[in-house]
């Protein structure tokens, strides 16, 4: 979304503002209407419903919304992406503070639902609390009691994380054996951890210039067919504001689906508000959002 | 919470102030300290935790608590409970505005679960024509879409029951066979229907007069060992006021385990913050959270 | 809204189900496009504004938009209802909870600003509790300080206003001077306190059935010119649910301002989702907004 | 808070983690009560409160605790920080969506009550759009109208001070006269622009390396006596995480105050439930906040 259009060889790039050089041929026509050279089809690939009424109730998607449809059909879509597409999930801590959200997520992950992960420090330091110390942020992520020093605990993974010189070793060394960083490396997934001003530490790994991340995320999102964000409205965003509508898949055009799990209507709405329209929102808590995909996928 | 504590024949009875007669004995200490003849004993039959360390993370119960073990501990009340307390639900419109949650109540009324419930005009109406025309408010509560002239389905359902006399009438006079109330009416299960000024109808039932519904309301929440408010306030925190902390059951004092679930903290929280100081609060969007109750007691 | 139509003499009247007689002439088309006899002309007396473009940021109504104009069209629009209109004001409790608040509402009473008032038992105990002890629910509405034995400041008022036999002579024999319904009582304004199940007490004057309320509350709204909901989802829907579109005042048919300022995107927008299709939302703490509306309208 | 203590020359230093070197002497006791060497010493400054009774309403700062007083306060804060102490104000992109909020954050820069800022690109992108082309993302900031081809603005105004070189020339070169941006540069006041991986340009001055940005933040809070944070989550948590409790200013410790300001709870709440105890929070919208602050601080 934030791009210019660039003409090269005589096919069309989006390309970063700061990346546009001198010389590079930039599409600059204003107008949707074809009047100055650039037509916007932005529902050509959309199969039309018919008008709705004037009058009617409920047409936002809020709290209120009817989602057992969406989860039966983001559970076929999952299916047929595992072999088909490639998923990337956009995670925020919350993911990880959860002992059945992480535990769902870990399955995901071994069970080919994920091809990416984009994060933050904090999601790679509370998974790695919890299964150094099964904590995290000092509080057990199964009992919710708040563990003795416990707020040490955060800073100790991260300090031993560190002597270790990356995650993968940090893992191997002490034997870690489940959570979202683990299944991760063991699965040989790539993510991308980008840093922001309120990391502490921060993790070996985790990227401190923000535009080198964004182009690691934009290399990545770029031959994404399906994005799935989870509460974190800064990563998700984001990814939206860089995402294509449509790619381009063995031939075939088709839209990437892009879902927005947020616990706020705000929040999920934010998106939209900013120009991506084509996002399917879920306004619900994200534990609960992959408890259900796990059942719903059948992951033991 | 809201009534005078009267003694008759030597014991103490909770009383509206509204229903205090001239002569009644009425306890009028005002310290908590036995100074006054009344020692408020509020924690004795809390087993005692350490105390908590001074500096500490995560201390209230937000979106990102984890509630893993809530869940587990809850299916294993709920299983108790279902032979040997008496468990009241207290229920928002919500629950009957999405397909999986609505069955989700229904087998838990079908299953035993469900000893009374706690509801307005709106949830009855939305059940009733979910079960008779498919949609809630216009709205298929499963695809999501908005039929032709849905918005008259709301006022026809109220029609139609009108028409027959009583819920129980409608259901069988339709064939309805599935729903929130239709299970109630199949296993016998006692609700109360309190009016609210956002009525429309009202259906034959719904208790006009509010004084009249608090009463049938204390009647009933006085002998509950378990009550689980979802996704309405005004029902949850006018129930939370009159439900006591402690009952005697089978000559054991037990206390009244409380949940109330909502997707804002805010909500959550109100109850607490009103003086009902022993809820235990989820923060999510009740579809999920009936959902997972349903996988969690196996129910099919 | 939710109303039959119904011919008496050759000219509509709106009626409440529950209130059509057998042999009424009741308007029975279900089509909008007048196939059926009617024909929904529902933006007859908007000024049209050119399309907007498919691509577009902010469009919703949220937290972030900018109130600024919206602030100043309501001075002007105040200033003008308060001489040629008739503004009924739909009150939540919080708006008495804050000393400055309840301060600006007194004076929009006082200065001709309010015709009527829609609010709940809470609203008036907690104003009351506020002249009488300085307190709302214990704590002091200045300084925040929760007061020794302050939850019983609360029933004390109410039992003090029941012995007094209504809450004009209870502001009388107390001397009272200052709040809410002391000024609407000095200035003879009217209101409806529709009871609800969250009620302690109540006052007198509150109205038990809730019926009986929304009959009152109808007969005001169907001559109001602008309607204010602060703070209360209960009686704001409730209220907008009644409101008719448009009003002929003096010879002149004229759209209903309908205002609702709540702090969450949800609430605000709620009544847009059942149907309420004209309302101006502003998303805030009412507090600062009637403060606001004070300074704006240069009210000491 | 993010830190451990480097004890240099016999006087204690808060050192990232990052940045202590081999050789440095650590404390590393972990009790509070001194048995380690270390004694917790949290309430040492302050005025002992007696304690609150056990049933009581309303202990949390919620959008219907009463703000009267605490705005009152805040005024007297001001007037005595502008000349005594050190004020930084921590700006979300959203007080600069609204005319009213812009002109009174600017009018507060021009009266001496800021003494830094902190914020990211969209803030300063924001208000530099509304000063060059009167909207922000393309929608006029007091009419609120959605502007033709004003998804262009944004990304114009980032290419012309991206051609300019710098926000101090751009603002020069465009003879920008209103505004946050242009009374900063106006005053000579500092900021701290960090960047994140949201932004689209960047503008000339933001900070790419998050790390980096943190230290900039980290010496400018060091000696701040007040702080303010308006609608941004992330750079208020990332302040109050670098911000000590206590200041010494001219020979005297003094509590630093901190204050943040939010629509939702769970933002301002957020501070608190990681570690930062003694922050005061306003539920509300800051466009509101802000223009009661300049009618507070009666600023024309």
């Known amino acids: ?21 001198m010389g590079d041929d930039v599409v600059i026509g204003r107008k949707e209407d074809s009047s100055m050279g650039i037509f916007l089809h932005s529902k050509g690939f959309l199969v039309t419903k018919s008008d709705a009424e004037e009058f009617a109730f409920r047409t936002s998607r809020t709290r209120e ?16 992406e595992k072999d088909n597409g490639y998923i990337v999930w956009v995670l ?53 009691e708040s563990v003795h020093n416990g707020h040490y605990h955060h800073l100790q993974t991260i300090n031993d994380v560190q002597d270790c010189g990356s995650i993968k070793k940090f893992i191997e060394k002490n034997d870690i054996d489940n959570g979202i960083m683990y299944a991760m490396e063991k699965e040989n997934i790539g993510y991308v951890l980008a840093g ?53 898949k063995d031939g075939i055009v088709r839209p990437v689906n892009f879902y927005t799990v947020d616990i706020t209507e705000f929040a999920v709405n934010k998106l939209r508000d900013r120009g991506s329209l084509a996002v399917k929102s879920i306004v619900t808590n994200v534990q609960d959002f992959l408890v259900h995909i796990k059942h719903g996928l059948d992951l033991k």
Chains 1, 2, 3, 4 share one sequence.
Request: glycine residues 6%.
């Open 1 to 21: 979304m934030d791009c210019c259009v660039v003409i090269k060889s005589a096919k069309p790039y989006a390309v970063e503002q700061r990346n546009v050089k």
């Open 65 to 80: 919304t009817s989602y057992s449809m969406d989860y039966d059909s983001l559970y076929d879509l999952l299916k047929y």
């Open 92 to 144: 925020g801590p919350a993911v990880a503070f959860d002992f059945d959200s992480r535990k769902a997520m870990q399955k995901l992950i071994e069970n080919g639902y994920v091809q990416h992960i984009f994060a933050g420090n904090a999601l790679a330091t509370h998974d790695l609390e919890a299964g150094y110390m099964k904590t995290a942020l000092g509080q057990n992520i199964y009992t919710q």
């Open 196 to 248: 922001s001003i309120r990391d502490d530490g921060p993790l070996p790994g985790v990227i401190a210039d923000v535009y080198e991340a964004q182009m690691k995320m934009r290399k990545i999102i770029s031959g994404a067919t399906t994005v799935i964000g989870l509460a974190t409205q800064l990563h998700t965003i984001a990814t939206g504001n860089m995402a294509p509508s449509y790619v381009l």
